[in-house]
Structures are given as C-alpha cells and as structure tokens.
T-cell receptor, first 115, second 113 residues
Framework: DQQVKQNSPSLSVQEGRISILNCDYT??????FLWYKKYPAEGPTFLIS?????DKNEDGRFTVFLNKSAKHLSLHIVPSQPGDSAVYFC??????????????FGRGTQLTVWP | DAGITQSPRHKVTETGTPVTLRCHQT?????MYWYRQDPGHGLRLIHY???????DKGEVSDGYSVSRSKTEDFLLTLESATSSQTSVYFC????????????FGSGTRLTVV
C-alpha cells in the first residue's frame, strides 16, 4: 500500500506563475521529507527537503510546506520556468536510525511549464 | 554524475535469459539501492544493501537477486528475465543523516522481448 501519495499525475502551468505540487503520506512515523526532480533519460536529483520540526523550508524559487496534522506537504515553485518541466517525486523517511534511512517515494507528478 | 555509474545504459534481452546490471560508486557510501521506475508506479524499491554482503529485500524483489562483494559495487541479477521486468532501473547511494537523501545513477533501460 502506498505510504506516500501524489494524487495528481500531471500539472500544467504557464511560465511566470506558481506551480504547486502536492503530496500526502499515511505513516505518522515519517519525520523527514524530500522532493526529487527527474528529467527524461536521467536519474532523479535532490531538490529540497524538510524536517518534521519545521513547517517551511525555502531555497530560491522552491519552497516546501509541511502540515503534520494533515499529513500533507506541498512544493511551491515561484516563478515557474520552462526548465522546471520534469517529473517531481515526493519522498519520506521514518527517522535516521530506522530502516536504514530508507526513502518511500510517491508515484510522481509531471510538471509542464508552457511559455 | 556524483560518483555513481550504471552499466549498461541500455539492454535488450530475450525472455528466460539471465541479466546482470551493475552499479558502481566512488563515494564510499555504505548504503546502495536498486529501484525500478514504471509508468503509474513511480519508484519502487527492489533490493538494498547496508554494507558488504549485507542485503535485504524491498517491495518488489520477486525475480531479482543482488550481490555486494565490495563497497563500490552492487549487482542486480534477473535470473530468468520476463517481459514484466521491462523497466528503467535506477541505482542509488546514501549515507545515514539523509540531508540530501539519495544520489541516483542515470539508469538502465532494460527491454525483455
């Protein structure tokens, strides 16, 4: 059963606007969350992360928000650029000492940013 | 990229034949993982390793075996390839502490005909 869910397989946004990618999780033991970005024919690359002790983490145009009570996190990209077009994976981990830091991944959301 | 390479990058094989994919790292990371990526399924863990000769199953391990005889190499073997194993396979490495999480290889596209 999927412990990390990305319910939107695709998202289309105009250049310059905000992109919001959503992710839900079911395991209350998850305490570290990451977003990965994947271009075709390449491996996923780390984008941004957040610990459960925070509710927001920002890095340039990318901000991740965490709502622990709702078991929900979102990635905001502002402003969106055509180069942001990629598949975005949400991932979660249940603590650094457990399960070897294993990450559980969502199924991904294809973001398309059009001019 | 980032000291992790996968070989081969592409392979076509026939049903019933054995296939071995190789992951090689130069980062001296303790943990290594094999994932497969399929449309509609995202990234699914096949097997992982937490040290030399220490491996364990992931969520989709049936039909796959792994070996890790050296820190730098993690091999994934399909003992008898089936069409359902047509996929893109990614290797990843990590150390405890997460931070940036995993570093992924560029993938191996395997087609079983």
């Amino acid at each position: 059963d999927q412990q990390v869910k990305q319910n939107s397989p695709s998202l289309s946004v105009q250049e310059g606007r905000i992109s919001i990618l959503n992710c839900d999780y079911t395991n209350s033991m998850f305490d570290y969350f990451l977003w990965y970005k994947k271009y075709p024919a390449e491996g996923p690359t780390f984008l941004i992360s957040i610990s459960s002790i925070k509710d927001k983490n920002e890095d340039g145009r990318f901000t991740v928000f965490l709502n622990k009570s709702a078991k929900h996190l979102s990635l905001h990209i502002v402003p969106s650029q055509p180069g942001d077009s990629a598949v975005y994976f949400c991932a979660a981990s249940a603590g650094r000492g457990s399960t070897l830091g294993r990450l559980y991944f969502g199924r991904g959301t294809q973001l398309t940013v059009w001019p | 990229d980032a000291g992790i390479t996968q070989s081969p990058r592409h392979k076509v094989t026939e049903t019933g034949t054995p296939v071995t994919l190789r992951c090689h790292q130069t980062e001296n990371h303790r943990y290594m993982y094999w994932y497969r990526q399929d449309p509609g399924h995202g990234l699914r863990l096949i097997h992982y390793s937490y040290g030399v000769k220490d491996t364990d199953k992931g969520e989709v391990s049936d039909g796959y075996s792994v070996s890790r005889s050296k820190t730098e190499d993690f091999l994934l073997t399909l003992e008898s390839a089936t069409s359902s194993q047509t996929s893109v396979y990614f290797c990843a490495i990590s150390e405890l502490g997460l931070l940036g999480g995993y570093t992924f290889g560029s993938g191996t596209r395997l087609t079983v005909v």
